[in-house]
């Protein structure tokens, strides 16, 4: 079984059996904390032209939750040796990605792939590398808090402990209290994953200078390189939205009008290490989900927002820039393995000039959001004055 799947059942499976809580919560609670009403329903501020994206019926979101989330997103006590946060894989300056070819994990065990944008990710069809059935980000977030192989945050086995440190917090009892009123415990594994993906539901990237020229009709948002650029991205010849297009400028998206799009996954050509189409054993893609050979190095086309800061690229990072990325796709795939048997047939190549090669990066670069990127609605709240961390 792929381990990140592995990691997942694993982590559905203790969550369900910690879904009560541990016992020290309701002690924990003070006399203070007086019990609220439900909180309204947060309305989410979407960017021009974004869709309204798909809120589970049992995860409606909340500013209580939000809040709650935002916290434990940077609260490296969620992990099991309190070395690391999800934010630590996750930097707000970065679009959300770490910068690393490979993510690392609290244990310094190196994960196969790299960290994945979180921008938009709210719209994901799939919310992994290279499994079609993790859809919600509820469930994509108990991944890196139980998988095993590789330890990511490390919770498996250390979950009393850490639910222990969040009953021991005065400020964490009344925000578990205030996301999820009425509940005799609140401060549980399931809800962690609740508030975690509200929070990560807020991270809208829609304010670029493509976005204001496409949604919002800026014209002279583009400089005429870029503008060039744009024209190249959406040519039949060079095709690069083939796969990357939208709002979220990625492959197909799931909101409230269309929430069952199927996701899809493409073998670029990047490896082939037996000169029969094979990936590297334990980074296979879609095929160690369904086996199928059809399948083999098959993985998810990232959103391309923000895509200048988020370096270095591919599944594994093995391109360290926007050139080596173009050249890559204009030859075709890597040297070897443009010749992979299972490549997809959108990766066909193409000629392009210095000039428009120019051109293109200078569209790419148009994609950065700076507003997102340091928007303090996303910033660590343990920077704030009084507040108590291991961040």
């Keep these: 079984m792929d381990p990140v799947r592995r990691g997942l059942a694993g982590a559905i499976c203790l969550a369900g059996a910690l879904s009560l809580g541990c016992p020290r919560a309701a002690e924990v609670r003070s006399s203070d904390v007086a019990a609220r009403e439900p909180p309204g329903e947060f309305v989410l501020r979407l960017p021009p032209g974004f869709p309204k994206p798909v809120i589970p019926?049992?995860?409606?979101?909340?500013?209580?939750?939000?809040?709650?989330?935002?916290?434990?997103f940077f609260d490296r006590r969620l992990s099991g040796n309190e070395t690391q946060s999800c934010a630590d894989c996750h930097r707000r300056e970065l679009a959300f990605t770490d910068g690393r070819a490979r993510a690392v994990?609290?244990?310094?065990?190196?994960?196969?792939?790299?960290a994945m944008s979180l921008a938009n990710v709210a719209y994901g069809a799939t919310l992994t590398w290279a499994d079609n059935g993790v859809r919600r980000l509820e469930d994509q977030a108990l991944i890196p808090m139980f998988n095993e192989h590789p330890v990511e945050l490390g919770v498996a086995g250390n979950e009393r402990t850490?639910?222990?440190r969040f009953q021991d917090d005065r400020r964490y009892v009344a925000m578990f209290g205030e996301a999820f009123p009425g509940q005799d415990e609140p401060i549980r594994i399931d809800n962690v994953a609740r508030g975690l993906a509200s929070f990560e539901r807020t991270l809208l990237s829609g304010d670029s200078p493509y976005h204001r020229l496409l949604y919002r009709g800026e014209m002279d948002a583009l400089s005429p390189s870029a503008r060039r650029g744009l024209d190249l991205f959406f040519s039949e010849a060079i095709g690069c939205s083939r796969c990357h297009d939208g709002v979220t400028v990625s492959g197909p998206i799931v909101f409230e009008q269309h929430p069952e799009i199927e996701p899809t996954f493409h073998n670029t050509g990047l490896h082939d290490v037996d000169g029969k189409g094979s990936y590297p054993e334990g980074n296979r893609g879609l095929f160690e989900i369904t086996g199928a050979a059809e399948d083999m190095g098959r993985f998810r086309a990232p959103t391309l927002c923000n895509v200048?800061?988020?370096?270095?690229y591919m599944h594994d990072g093995s391109l360290a820039s926007l050139e080596e990325v173009i050249d890559f796709y204009a030859a075709g795939g890597s040297d070897r393995g443009k010749n992979n048997p299972?490549?997809?047939?959108?990766?066909?190549?193409?000629?392009i000039t210095p000039s428009e090669k120019a051109d293109l990066i200078h569209f790419l670069e148009s994609l950065t959001d700076m507003t997102f990127v340091s928007d303090p609605r996303h910033s660590n709240p343990f920077d704030e004055v009084g507040l108590r961390s291991k961040h």
């Excluded at 994990?105 to 790299?114: A, D, F, N, V």
């Excluded at 200048?308 to 270095?312: E, H, I, M, R, V």
């Excluded at 299972?342 to 000629?351: A, M, N, Q, T, V």
Aim: avoid cysteine.
């Design 57 to 72: 019926e049992d995860n409606p979101i909340t500013a209580a939750k939000i809040e709650l989330g935002r916290h434990l």
């Design 105 to 114: 994990g609290s244990t310094g065990e190196l994960h196969p792939r790299g």
């Design 162 to 164: 850490i639910l222990r």
């Design 308 to 312: 200048a800061l988020t370096a270095p």
């Design 342 to 351: 299972f490549k997809s047939e959108l990766i066909r190549g193409f000629d």
